[in-house]
């Protein structure tokens, strides 16, 4: 569609004000974004019609966004997520974008909202080269910038919560994974429990009492390869009770 030069700059702008709700509101999302702006410049949107000002669908702004602020819808976010094995060795990961991960991982459901896990946040690299002699599937932590280790704490479990850390700390894991795919970093989930060996093993390292339990070790940094899930759609592992 052609537009004229102040089309081109209203559209600007409106993607702007966008950009600004996102910018306020660190939690929000895109598509939430897009329609608090078109709900509240609907009224803009008709007295502007006769002078050539026109807003575009929220689908159409969403694609400008994209390419021009580098957004990505949830989807998009778990399509592109991808186990990350070599890293831009010494890349800095701020702590602004490590609380951000830590905070995603935080916002994840548990059982009775027992909210059973601690993390260990580990950027010391003796401590990276400990890990690797323990857990033989970690050496990414070699390049990557840090490593968080996801825990569950035994005593933060209620009756009706008891024993269902593992679905807890794997929702927390998941939601870590896809934020830190939209900030552009790489992750890797090294699992730790259920191994008997390997949750001795870190306990040590870490001096964890024994209501802590090591769940899983997740590698970050910046990706020194491409993104790309490896997963797909089958049908045939979906059952369908109508």
């Given at each position: 569609?052609?537009?004229?030069?102040?089309?081109?700059?209203?559209i600007?702008?409106?993607?702007s004000?966008?950009?600004?709700?996102?910018?306020?509101?660190?939690?929000?999302?895109v598509?939430?974004?897009?329609?608090?702006?078109?709900?509240t410049?609907?009224?803009?949107?008709?007295e502007?019609?006769?002078?050539?000002?026109?807003l575009?669908?929220?689908?159409?702004?969403?694609?400008?966004?994209?390419?021009?602020?580098?957004?990505?819808?949830?989807?998009?976010?778990?399509?592109?997520?991808?186990?990350?094995?070599?890293?831009?060795?010494?890349a800095?990961?701020?702590?602004?974008?490590?609380?951000?991960?830590?905070?995603?991982?935080?916002?994840?459901?548990s059982?009775?909202?027992?909210r059973?896990?601690?993390?260990i946040?580990?950027r010391?690299r003796?401590?990276?080269?400990?890990?690797?002699k323990?857990?033989?599937?970690?050496?990414?932590?070699?390049?990557?910038?840090l490593?968080?280790?996801?825990?569950?704490?035994?005593?933060?479990?209620?009756e009706i919560?008891?024993?269902?850390?593992?679905?807890?700390?794997?929702a927390?894991t998941?939601?870590?994974l896809?934020?830190?795919?939209?900030?552009?970093?790489g992750?890797?989930?090294?699992?730790?429990y259920?191994?008997?060996?390997?949750?001795?093993?870190?306990?040590?390292l870490?001096?964890?009492?024994?209501?802590?339990v090591?769940?899983?070790?997740?590698?970050?940094?910046?990706?020194a390869?491409?993104?790309?899930?490896?997963?797909?759609?089958?049908?045939?592992?979906?059952?369908w009770?109508?």
């Amino acid at each position: 569609m052609n537009r004229t030069k102040e089309q081109e700059f209203l559209i600007q702008n409106m993607i702007s004000q966008i950009v600004s709700y996102i910018a306020e509101d660190k939690n929000i999302l895109v598509e939430d974004a897009l329609k608090s702006f078109f709900d509240t410049n609907i009224s803009k949107k008709i007295e502007d019609v006769e002078t050539g000002y026109y807003l575009e669908s929220p689908s159409y702004v969403y694609e400008i966004l994209k390419k021009e602020e580098g957004f990505m819808s949830v989807n998009e976010i778990i399509k592109k997520r991808k186990s990350i094995r070599k890293y831009e060795k010494g890349a800095v990961v701020t702590e602004e974008q490590i609380k951000t991960i830590l905070e995603a991982g935080m916002l994840a459901p548990s059982a009775c909202n027992s909210r059973p896990f601690q993390f260990i946040v580990v950027r010391n690299r003796e401590k990276l080269e400990e890990i690797m002699k323990i857990h033989p599937y970690t050496q990414m932590l070699e390049t990557a910038s840090l490593a968080i280790i996801v825990c569950a704490d035994l005593n933060l479990q209620n009756e009706i919560s008891e024993g269902y850390f593992p679905e807890d700390c794997g929702a927390v894991t998941e939601n870590m994974l896809l934020q830190a795919t939209e900030l552009e970093l790489g992750t890797c989930w090294c699992g730790v429990y259920p191994k008997e060996d390997k949750v001795a093993n870190f306990r040590k390292l870490f001096n964890l009492p024994e209501n802590i339990v090591p769940f899983n070790v997740i590698a970050v940094g910046k990706p020194a390869e491409e993104f790309g899930s490896r997963g797909f759609y089958e049908e045939e592992k979906v059952t369908w009770i109508d």
